[in-house]
């Protein structure tokens, strides 16, 4: 490896006051580049962590981790099912649900909407919605009274309050002596919960089990509805408990039900990943820039050193110590910089828009609002190392040049 030799001269040529100062001021601005890439990459990847951490604390603080179904249209017995399910030690809530769609009416709105039956003692088990209600309560929902709990967004699409009335139109008919009828049933308004979710808050509405079982004419819920205590292995946990069930029994988990979404996030992530990257590989080409022009300027000293005994492997070291100190600098202050930029954002963003008076996100526009920063290690090791190796090859052609010196050639007109 390197001896102290070639670690003395390298570092001596980027620590040195150079004869020509343009030289000095382009490994300035490589370094700088190095640093202001790593320092982008560190952030920006983190509010994308962010980002993906916050929708998917929303989605699933509505949605399930799992949802087991009977080989059926619906749960015969739900209850030692359930049982059965909180034995395994990773299930930390069991709760029923009814699924269903149907039509809101509220005058001359109408809305189309996923209806939910729940049993309000059960449903804080594996969902958020109470801490989501901004008016009205999840236990004002009783069975019998036909009380429904809207989102936000549906709300306001169907201009409706807590105590208005809302005709829930079912898609199975009623069949009469005047003809067939759409079964339909007038529920008073109980709740509006806001998630922060389109999906949610425009599309859902909550009803008791037993008024949704006697609406739609069915004799037991649609499944239950799992939460583990690792959202990650909630696949794998989901079927280890399907397995042990008896009768046919079936899953379907968050991944699966919102397979699409996470794929394109990560797939954003990765495209934003590779984009910054080129800022590190532009500040790299400033790196073979300075060190072709060191190389250059330093002709007559290399020639001294081979003349001296030097060999062509140790002019190449020398070299390349040079602009890898350059790039592992640079690394080392984006490092900094992006873990407290990372670490800082949701504190410097508000303060921004303080002094700005703007809000860079509308909460009228959009449904998260701030920006949420969540920094992994592993995010901040693989930037360091992909840009180390990018640095790392940006010296080797300029190394190599001047590896090749003749001295002869290089002292003629000294």
């Given amino acids: 490896m390197f001896n102290s030799f070639e670690s003395m001269i390298g570092l001596r040529y980027v620590r040195a006051r150079r004869r020509n100062h343009f030289i000095s001021f382009i490994s300035l601005t490589s370094m700088l580049g190095v640093g202001l890439g790593v320092m982008a990459l560190i952030t920006v990847l983190s509010v994308m962590n962010g980002f993906e951490k916050e929708l998917k604390e929303r989605i699933l603080g509505m949605a399930s981790h799992a949802t087991v179904i009977e080989d059926g249209n619906v749960l015969s017995d739900w209850r030692p099912i359930a049982e059965e399910v909180l034995h395994h030690p990773e299930i930390i809530g069991v709760a029923p649900y009814f699924h269903a769609e149907g039509m809101l009416v509220n005058d001359k709105r109408v809305n189309g909407t996923i209806i939910r039956g729940i049993l309000p003692e059960e449903e804080p088990k594996v969902a958020v919605v109470t801490e989501k209600m901004i008016l009205g309560d999840l236990n004002d929902l009783e069975a019998g009274s036909f009380t429904i709990i809207l989102g936000k967004e549906l709300a306001r699409k169907l ?176 490092v900094i910089g992006g873990v407290w930029l990372a670490s800082n954002v949701e504190t410097l963003v508000p303060a921004i828009e303080s002094m700005i008076g703007q809000k860079f996100l509308s909460p009228d526009v959009y449904y998260i609002s701030d920006l949420p920063s969540d920094m992994h290690w592993q995010d901040v090791i693989t930037i360091s190392i992909v840009a180390f190796v990018l640095c790392l090859l940006a010296t080797i052609y300029p190394a190599l040049r001047a590896s090749k010196t003749q001295p002869a050639e290089a002292l003629r007109y000294e």
Avoid: C
């Fill in 159 to 334: 201009a409706v309050t807590l105590g208005d009335k809302v005709t829930l139109v079912a898609p199975q008919a009623n069949v009469t002596p005047a003809g067939i009828l759409p079964r339909l049933k007038r529920f008073t308004v109980a709740g509006i919960f806001e998630v922060g979710m389109h999906e949610f808050d425009s599309g859902l509405a909550l009803i008791h089990m037993d008024d949704a079982l006697r609406l739609f004419r069915k004799t037991g819920p649609t499944g239950l509805r799992l939460k583990t205590n690792d959202i990650l292995k909630a696949p794998v946990i989901s079927r280890e408990i399907v397995a042990q069930l008896p009768g046919r029994y079936w899953v379907v988990d968050w991944t699966q039900r919102h397979a699409n979404f996470f794929r394109a996030l990560k797939t954003e992530k990765t495209v934003m990943f590779v984009i910054l990257t080129l800022i590190v590989a532009v500040a790299a080409f400033n790196i073979i820039s300075t060190l072709v022009m060191m190389v250059s300027d330093k002709q007559a000293d290399i020639a001294v050193l081979r003349t001296l005994g030097a060999s062509p492997g140790s002019i190449l070291k020398i070299f390349m110590i040079q602009g890898t100190i350059i790039g592992v600098v640079g690394i080392v202050l984006g």
